[in-house]
């Protein structure tokens, strides 16, 4: 491999790296989306929520004076109460939450998200293996791995919305406002990094292409 396409590697693994980290944040925080329940009383306290894969937030947040409807937002001060889905800890006794969540949704999510850091580890592994032995092919599985995690982390994202979006029009919850928070962010923006960085790892570890008509792909650079 030539010191050009060597240091085209590095670049794009260093932002690959970049939307490791970011999917790793995504997957194990709670802040994908904030829920506003309508607010009945004003000056009084109200009760917003965040929540991610794994589990939900509850949040009662003090008096206040404004005539919004909604409730929040949800950096005010108050009591705060997080506990895992039922689902995913069916033995919890304890009250998690005054709403009926898409269990389908949440779960779909959850797996899909395990899939892709499943990817990312079968990716990362045949990088590190690559840079031990001096085996370049293995930067191709590498790539094909990570664009597949954001692939994964993309449909996620998409389940995830769609659960919010089903929440909102629910007649049978209470929120009526919501909007998306930096763990979403996260998930979005390692998409973009996974999968692009990806699909230019796969490209900057291809052999050189023949670039007369005499020559041959025997004629590239040879690979370790």
Same mark, same amino acid.
């Given at each position: 491999m030539s010191q050009t396409k060597a240091l085209k590697v590095r670049v794009t693994l260093s932002l690959i790296l970049v939307g490791v980290v970011l999917a790793l944040v995504a997957v194990v925080t709670d802040h994908w989306a904030?829920?506003?329940p309508r607010v009945e009383q004003h000056d009084a306290a109200c009760e917003a929520a965040?929540?991610?894969l794994w589990r939900i937030c509850t949040k009662r947040i003090a008096?206040?004076?404004s005539e919004d409807e909604?409730?929040?937002p949800i950096s005010?001060?108050?009591e705060k109460n997080c506990s895992y889905?039922?689902?995913f800890n069916p033995g919890e006794s304890s009250e998690i939450f005054h709403v009926t969540t898409q269990k389908e949704? $949440?779960?779909?999510a959850a797996a899909i998200a395990i899939f892709s850091l499943g990817f990312i580890i079968l990716g990362t592994i045949c990088v590190l293996l690559s840079f031990r032995k001096q085996r370049d092919y293995l930067l191709r599985p590498a790539s094909m791995f990570y664009a597949f995690a954001g692939l994964c982390i993309f449909v996620a994202v998409e389940v995830m919305r769609q659960s919010v979006k089903r929440m909102i029009d629910s007649e049978e919850t209470a929120w009526i406002d919501y909007y998306y928070s930096w763990s979403f962010a996260c998930a979005c923006a390692a998409f973009v990094l996974l999968f692009l960085g990806g699909l230019a790892l796969l490209l900057? $570890?291809?052999p050189r292409m023949p670039q007369n008509p005499w020559e041959s792909c025997m004629d590239a650079e040879p690979e370790h």
């Open positions: 904030v829920l506003s965040h929540f991610g008096a206040r004076s909604s409730c929040g005010l001060p108050g889905f039922r689902h949704y $949440s779960i779909s900057f $570890s291809l």
